[in-house]
């Protein structure tokens, strides 16, 4: 049985804390009259509330933060990003192993085999490749929620997918050195089952151009001029050529490495900036019209999606199918109501789900055959 006595070293510690605390205030005791400096105010304070005292003790009492402390903290931090993208990445390698051995069924709710379609065929199926690399589209990580695209595309196609994808990220970084190295990495060594990848799922750019830099390509409101034309158009392509960039470098990598890997983007869709955010996090678009005084409703909606159609038209110009590089408009697929999303930059679960079904769709037309 614990005993509930405090141990004497605590005890000791406690009693140092108050004395020094005491002889603080004493020390620092102001006049009883006229002006007083910043410290003597402070000691005034503790002295009519003496657990002040005490608390601005301990804290002194606790080691600074310091470079060392900050640069630990990075260390554990990307040791537990490694720790689970290892996990991610041999939790595939052992699902696709299994079913590249043992071969592919048909997931449940499956559409029936085309008319004319092989028995065999129509039994099972070579499971395709693939995997993902993005934002919180693919990597939607509320609990209880079911997750981004990704997840449900699996349940769709009934082959796992190796998904690099990290909420939050931004273009800039995932072709920055560290996960550049990554993606390389996996383009050049190809499945962890084996064979070269078939398909790279990316989705990136959104979390570039909205949160707090968005206040420096939205003016402030003037009523004399047309909603679109509050979009600073010089400041806004800066933001876009560095997603472009970016995209530019993928394929790039792609051509390289693996060349016949096809490269499948988006361009999510219409969000709606109604101020809401979701486990701590967000708004991401309703500050930045609040600060630029907009009025509510349709202006703010307006700016919104010309710069999600900016950002569409940008992916639309490396669309080139004889070069294995696929924009899939999703642009218009949600009704444009707040039951549509979960917040302002992320789907509902129905909303996810009609994404997914456009991925779907659109690798059974790419690999026919090989999705269900």
């Not at 129509?122 to 990580?141: N, T």
């Not at 003037?222 to 806004?236: K, Y």
Request: charged share 25%; glycine share 8%.
């Amino acid at each position: 049985m614990a005993s509930s006595a405090r141990p004497k070293k605590s005890r000791k510690a406690a009693k140092k804390s108050k004395k020094s605390a005491k002889s603080a205030s004493k020390a620092a005791a102001p006049p009883p009259v006229g002006p007083v400096t910043l410290e003597e105010a402070k000691a005034l304070a503790r002295a009519k509330e003496p657990q002040l005292a005490v608390k601005a003790v301990r804290k002194d009492l606790a080691p600074p933060t310091s470079p060392k402390n900050v640069g630990e903290e990075r260390k554990i931090l990307k040791k537990k990003t490694k720790d689970e993208l290892d996990r991610r990445i041999k939790e595939y390698k052992a699902t696709m192993s299994i079913m590249k051995k043992r071969g592919a069924r048909r997931p449940k709710g499956a559409a029936a085999p085309e008319e004319g379609e092989p028995a065999a065929k129509a039994a099972g199926f070579a499971p395709l490749q693939v995997f993902a690399e993005g934002d919180s589209w693919f990597d939607y990580p509320v609990p209880l929620f079911g997750g981004g695209i990704i997840p449900r595309l699996e349940t769709r196609l009934g082959v796992p997918i190796l998904n690099l994808a990290k909420a939050g990220d931004e273009v800039r970084y995932m072709l920055g050195v560290d996960e550049r190295k990554k993606l390389t990495k996996q383009l050049k060594q190809g499945c962890p089952a084996g064979g070269p990848w078939d398909a790279l799922l990316f989705s990136g750019g959104g979390n570039d151009i909205v949160d707090n830099p968005m206040a420096l390509w939205v003016k402030e409101w003037n009523a004399a001029v047309p909603a679109v034309q509050h979009l600073n158009s010089a400041r806004f392509n800066t933001a876009l050529d560095l997603v472009k960039a970016g995209y530019e470098d993928l394929i790039a990598l792609r051509n390289k490495h693996s060349p016949n890997t096809l490269l499948l983007f988006h361009g999510y869709d219409f969000a709606i900036p109604d101020g809401r955010g979701v486990c701590f996090l967000g708004p991401w678009l309703k500050p930045t019209f609040d600060l630029m005084n907009f009025p509510p409703g349709a202006p703010r909606q307006e700016v919104v999606n010309e710069m999600l159609r900016r950002f569409a038209t940008l992916l639309t110009g490396l669309h080139s199918e004889p070069n294995k590089i696929i924009f899939l408009n999703t642009q218009g697929t949600l009704v444009q109501q707040p039951s549509s999303w979960d917040n302002e930059l992320h789907p509902s679960k129905a909303g996810f789900n009609k994404f997914a079904d456009l991925f779907r769709d659109k690798l059974k037309q790419l690999f026919p055959g090989r999705v269900t």
